[in-house]
C-alpha cells in the first residue's frame, strides 16, 4: 500500500526505496507465514511494472 501511495503522490523514489527494501525481505529465507511466494513474486513484478510506466510515460503511450 505504502508504494502505490508514493506513486500516486509522483514520489517515485520513495516508491523504488520500497521495492528495494521489499527485495530485501522477500530475498530471505521465507518463514512458514509466506505461503504463497508465487503471488508475492507477482506482485513485486506488477509494482515493477507500474513504477516503471510511471517514469517512462512517453514510452507507454506510444505503444498504444
Given at each position: ?17 520500497l ?12 518463514p ?32 498504444d
Open positions: 500500500m505504502a508504494f502505490h501511495q508514493a506513486c500516486d503522490h509522483g514520489e517515485l523514489e520513495v516508491a523504488s526505496e521495492l528495494r527494501i521489499l527485495e530485501t525481505v522477500i530475498a530471505r529465507p521465507a512458514h507465514v509466506m505461503r504463497d511466494r508465487r503471488q508475492v513474486v507477482e506482485s513485486l513484478v506488477a509494482a515493477h511494472h507500474r513504477l516503471w510506466e510511471l517514469r517512462h510515460p512517453e514510452l507507454r503511450h506510444a505503444a
